[in-house]
């Protein structure tokens, strides 16, 4: 139980162009979904915590117009990477919080290994 | 102001042997900490966690000690295998209280390899 996907697993775009990841929750509901970027060697940055039906909260330091989540059920969120540049170049990893539980518990997806040219 | 401090970065380890990788916490509104094992590519899975009212726990070879008054909590692997070659996360949340919402504080990880 209490598995998360995510798609693509991977993937190349062009700089300038957007992007949307989608991490969905299998087997249980989740209020509430974290988004994470992972860069090599490094620990993992959380961007932004994503609960249904309202506006993401962001980390000092993301920029909401450029890493747009949306959480419109609860078992999926998408984060969407707008006008990518190589910087922006990373593995993006979401988690999900079971529902209905006062657990601090999250599981984690696959992740997504975005490369921007 | 990193608030979950882990050492060592790195660590090499006998098959066999005690694998032992230690964090530090500043915020003591912490009350959950989990452990994560991430292999190369692959996103971060819960391995083992404990909260305050304990200070130990134990689940298969994988243990967590945890100390309150030092703010210190620990990972132990027993009889390390090179199947647990992997990078290992502490993790520190304070649940919901506050507004938290349940984030997670990382450390910043042990690339633990274990020698056949």
């Known amino acids: 139980g209490a598995v998360v996907s995510q798609h693509p697993s991977w993937v190349i775009c062009k700089s300038g162009t957007s992007v949307k990841i989608e991490c969905r929750s299998l087997d249980f509901q989740a209020t509430t979904m974290f988004w994470y970027r992972q860069f090599p060697k490094q620990s993992l940055m959380l961007m932004a915590t994503?609960?249904?039906?309202?506006?993401?909260?962001?980390e000092q330091g993301v920029e909401k117009d450029k890493f747009l989540i949306n959480h419109a059920s609860l078992t999926l969120s998408t984060l969407t990477v707008t006008s990518a540049h190589p910087e922006d170049s990373s593995f993006y990893i979401c988690?999900?919080?079971?529902?209905?539980?006062?657990?601090?518990?999250?599981?984690f997806g696959p992740g997504t290994r975005l490369t921007v040219l | 102001q990193q608030q979950v401090k882990q050492s060592p970065q790195s660590l090499i380890v006998q098959k066999g042997g005690i694998s032992i990788i230690n964090c530090a916490y500043e915020n003591t509104a912490f009350d959950y900490f989990p452990w994560y094992q991430q292999f190369p590519g692959k996103g971060p899975a819960l391995l083992i966690a404990?909260?305050?009212?304990?200070s130990e726990k134990k689940e298969g070879r994988f243990t967590i000690s945890f100390n309150k008054s030092a703010k210190q909590f620990s990972l132990h692997i027993m009889d390390s295998q090179p199947g647990d070659s992997a990078t290992y996360f502490c993790?520190?949340?304070?649940?919901?209280?506050?507004?938290?919402?349940?984030?997670?504080?990382f450390g910043k990880g042990t690339l633990l390899t274990v020698n056949p």
């Open positions: 404990i909260r305050p009212d304990v």
């Open positions: 993790a520190a949340s304070m649940g919901g209280s506050g507004g938290s919402n349940y984030k997670l504080t």
């Open positions: 994503s609960n249904e039906g309202s506006k993401a909260t962001y």
């Open positions: 988690s999900a919080r079971v529902s209905g539980r006062s657990t601090d518990t999250q599981y």
